[in-house]
């Protein structure tokens, strides 16, 4: 095995062969979705509790039909709550729906223009959370200081975003990634505002130990495609930034010595 196909993302315990994380929103229909899916090699996959039945309205098309739990880990997301109450309501709900598994995608947002997360409900629901025994990843600012206090209640993972949701911006503020990165002592991924696969090449070589997506493979003119694409990308970033990449240089240097060369200067 190469170092790159022995390199594991492991979150609360499990350990994972895939680092990209995938949305089930904004697809054409559930076999699109089932196919980009399969395409991107996603092993975690985030469901908006919701927005989307997976059991809750029994006799409605199920997205766990598609997304089978026994083949991919179900991350319950909270988008669409803006108080860490009605996150907190979610999480529990979501627990309830998947046989009492406790991993989650904590988000509480700000308001509907931005979708930027509220920080100040974020950190209220997660520190409730973790008390109740859930595996909390949460999806937060660039704020680096938001990211450490987010890591020290107990959340598994820190997933800041790259741009905004939806936007399609890619990473806005690599610098602060870069400082979130650096004191990091839970696994960072980055979370919304992907494009396209150079985006997600870009978080990986950055150092993140993941990213999650929705928008950039749904929203693309091929979505399996792209979630392919995106699968090659996520692992070339990873792989670059375990190779670690050659100093930058202002001038030239050749790439054969001028010395001993076989033509010429005679
Ligand atoms: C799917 C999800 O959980 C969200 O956090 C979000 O939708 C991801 O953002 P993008 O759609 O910009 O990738």
């Not at 350990?15 to 076999?31: N, P, Q």
């Not at 046989?99 to 950190?123: C, H, M, S, W, Y």
Request: overall charge negative; some cysteine; charged content about 20%.
């Amino acid at each position: 095995m190469t170092e790159i196909q022995e390199d594991a993302l492991e979150i609360a315990g499990v350990r994972y062969r895939s680092r990209l994380l995938v949305g089930t929103g904004k697809y054409k229909d559930m076999e699109e979705t089932r196919q980009a899916i399969e395409a991107s090699g996603a092993e975690i996959v985030t469901v908006a509790i919701r927005r989307t039945n997976i059991g809750q309205n029994p006799g409605e098309p199920n997205l766990l039909d598609v997304i089978p739990p026994d083949r991919y880990t179900i991350l319950p997301n909270t988008a669409g709550c803006f108080t860490a109450e009605d996150a907190v309501r979610t999480c529990r709900l979501a627990r309830e729906l998947l046989d009492g598994r406790n991993l989650v995608k904590l988000e509480v947002l700000a308001d509907q223009k931005t979708l930027f997360p509220n920080v100040v409900e974020t950190i209220k629901a997660a520190e409730v959370l973790v008390r109740e025994g859930f595996d909390v990843m949460v999806y937060t600012s660039d704020d680096p200081i938001i990211a450490r206090q987010l890591a020290e209640i107990g959340c598994v993972a820190v997933m800041p975003l790259a741009g905004l949701i939806g936007s399609g911006l890619g990473i806005c503020n690599p610098y602060n990634l870069r400082i979130i990165l650096e004191e990091a002592t839970v696994p960072i991924l980055v979370d919304a505002g992907v494009g396209t696969a150079s985006d997600a090449a870009i978080a990986m070589e950055l150092g993140c130990a993941g990213v999650l997506m929705n928008t950039a493979i749904a929203a693309a003119q091929k979505p399996v495609l792209m979630a392919e694409a995106m699968k090659h990308a996520v692992l070339a970033g990873r792989g670059a930034y375990l190779a670690g990449r050659m100093p930058r240089r202002l001038y030239a240097a050749a790439s054969s010595p001028w010395e001993g060369t076989f033509v010429g200067n005679e």
